[in-house]
C-alpha cells in the first residue's frame, strides 16, 4: 500500500475503465478518437456509443432515438418546481446549476425504477435522464423569461435532433443547420472525459451502491465549480470584463495591460489550462474553429470577441506556456449563438450525463467501495481531561 500524498490526486490511477482515455495522448471514446467524432458522429450516435456500449447502426440509432425522444417530457412536479425556483433564480440564491441538481434529484423520486441498480434499469434511467435533461434547460429558461413553456407535453419536436430539440426547447425556434450542429459539436467534445472530477464523484457515489439519480445530482455539483465545467461560464464573464475594462477597440497594449495586472494578482484565468493536457486540449481549437465560424456569419461583434479571445490565449501561451482548455472557446461561442451565460454549464450537464452514466454502469458492473486514506496532519494525542 502507497503512503504518499499527492495533492488534488494528481497522477494518481484511481481505477480501470473502458469508456474513454484521455492520459494517453489521444482523447478516445471507446476506440474512436475525439476528431473523428466531432467530425464524423452525431451527439445523438455518440451517447448511444457511451450508454449502449458500442457505435449504432442505422436501426439501433432509429431506436435509441426514439426512446430519447419518448422520455423528453417532464412530470409536473418537475415543471412545478422549476416554476416554483424562479424567484429565487431572480434573487440570485439559487443559479440555473443548482436548479438542475434539484430538479434532477426530484425526478430521482419519481423514476419507477429509483432504486434499482440492475443493468437493465441503470440502462433505462440512463436514457430517461439524457432524455430530459434538456427540458429541465429549456423550461427553465422559458420561465426565467417569463414566457409560455415550449411544448411541454412532448418535450419538442420529435423531428429535430438531440441538440437542435435543447435549442428549440429554449427559444422557440428550429435552429439553423449550422447552429445545430455547433451545438451538436459542443456535446460530443463534452459528452466524456474519464475520471474527470464530477465523473469521479459520480464512481465514488454509486460504489456505495446508491442509485444513478444520487450520482448525477453529485455529478451536477461538482461540475458546478468554476475549476472544473463552471469555467465555461467563467471565461466569458471573464471575457466580458475584459472587455469592460479595456473599452471596445482590442488595442493590445490595453489587453496585455490587463493581462499583466492579472499575472501580478495571481488570478486563475478562466478556460486555462488542466490537470491532465499539460500541451493543449485537443477539444479546444475543435470548437475554437467551428465558433469562430459561427462569429463570422454573425457579424463584426462576435469576431472581434473572438479576436480578443486569440489575443488572450497568445498572451497565455508566450508568457505562462499554458494552453486554453474547450471552455474557453465554448464560453464564446455559446455568446455568440445568444445563449444565455448561466446555460453554459447546464449544457455542459446535457453532454456530459451520458458518460456520468455509463461510469456508474461501468462501476455498478464491478463494484468496490471507493475510499481512500488521508494522512493524519492534525494535533498530537492529548487526553480529554487533561
Ligand atoms: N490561470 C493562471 N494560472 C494558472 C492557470 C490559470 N487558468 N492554470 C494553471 N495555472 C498555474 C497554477 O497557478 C500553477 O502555478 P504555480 O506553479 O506558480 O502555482 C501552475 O499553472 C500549474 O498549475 P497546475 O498544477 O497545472 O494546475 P492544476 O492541475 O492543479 O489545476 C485547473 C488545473 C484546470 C484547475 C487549473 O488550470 C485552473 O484553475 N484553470 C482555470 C479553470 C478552468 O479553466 N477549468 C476548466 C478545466 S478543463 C475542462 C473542464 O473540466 O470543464
Redesign the pocket.
Known amino acids: 500500500m502507497t503512503t504518499a500524498t499527492s495533492k ?1 490526486l ?1 497522477g494518481i490511477i484511481a481505477g480501470d475503465t473502458q469508456i474513454c482515455s484521455v492520459a494517453q495522448g489521444d482523447l478516445i471514446y471507446r476506440g474512436y478518437e475525439i476528431h473523428d467524432l466531432a467530425a464524423n458522429a452525431t451527439f445523438d450516435e455518440v451517447a448511444h456509443l457511451l450508454l449502449v456500449g458500442h457505435k449504432p447502426d442505422a436501426k439501433e440509432l432509429q431506436f435509441f432515438r426514439d426512446e430519447l425522444i419518448a422520455n423528453r417530457a417532464l412530470p409536473t412536479q418537475v415543471i412545478d418546481y422549476l416554476r416554483a425556483a424562479k424567484p429565487m433564480l431572480k434573487e440570485g440564491t439559487c443559479v440555473p446549476m443548482d436548479a438542475l441538481r434539484t430538479a434532477v434529484s426530484i425526478l430521482g423520486n419519481l423514476d419507477k425504477d429509483s432504486q434499482d441498480n440492475s443493468p437493465e434499469a441503470n440502462l433505462r434511467k440512463a436514457k430517461r435522464l439524457t432524455a430530459k435533461i434538456p427540458t429541465i434547460i429549456g423550461h427553465m429558461q422559458n420561465i426565467i423569461d417569463g414566457k409560455e413553456l415550449i411544448a411541454p407535453n412532448t418535450g419538442g419536436n420529435a423531428k429535430l435532433s438531440h441538440a437542435a430539440n435543447m435549442l428549440y426547447l429554449m427559444t422557440g425556434e428550429k435552429p439553423s443547420p449550422e447552429a445545430t450542429k455547433t451545438v451538436d459539436v459542443s456535446l460530443t467534445l463534452y459528452a466524456e472525459h474519464d475520471y ?1 472530477a464530477s465523473t469521479f464523484t459520480c464512481r465514488v457515489i454509486c460504489a456505495t451502491l446508491s442509485d444513478m439519480h444520487g450520482a448525477v445530482t453529485g455529478g451536477i455539483a461538482a461540475l458546478k465549480g ?4 463552471g ?1 465555461n461560464e467563467a ?1 466569458m464573464d471573464m471575457l466580458a470584463e475584459i472587455r469592460k475594462d479595456i473599452g471596445p477597440d482590442n488595442d493590445p497594449a490595453k489587453i496585455e495591460a490587463w493581462m499583466h495586472q492579472a499575472f501580478k494578482d495571481k ?9 491532465v493536457y499539460k500541451n493543449g ?1 485537443h477539444r479546444a481549437p475543435i470548437l475554437h474553429a467551428l465558433g469562430r465560424k459561427t462569429a463570422e456569419q454573425k457579424g463584426a461583434e462576435f469576431v472581434k470577441l473572438f479576436e480578443l479571445g486569440e489575443k488572450v490565449q497568445q498572451i497565455m501561451l508566450d508568457e ?1 506556456n ?1 494552453h486554453p ?3 474557453f472557446p465554448c464560453g464564446m461561442t455559446y455568446y455568440t449563438m445568444g445563449i444565455p451565460v448561466p446555460q453554459y454549464t447546464p449544457i455542459f450537464v446535457a453532454a456530459r450525463v451520458t458518460g456520468w452514466c455509463a461510469h456508474i454502469m461501468e462501476q455498478h458492473a464491478n463494484n468496490r467501495l471507493i475510499r481512500p486514506i488521508a494522512t493524519y496532519t492534525g494535533p498530537a494525542l492529548k487526553k480529554w481531561n487533561d
Open positions: 488534488g494528481e474527470n468554476p475549476l472544473h465545467g469555467a471565461a488570478r486563475k484565468l478562466m478556460g486555462f489550462g488542466h490537470r486540449d505562462k499554458i482548455n474547450v471552455d
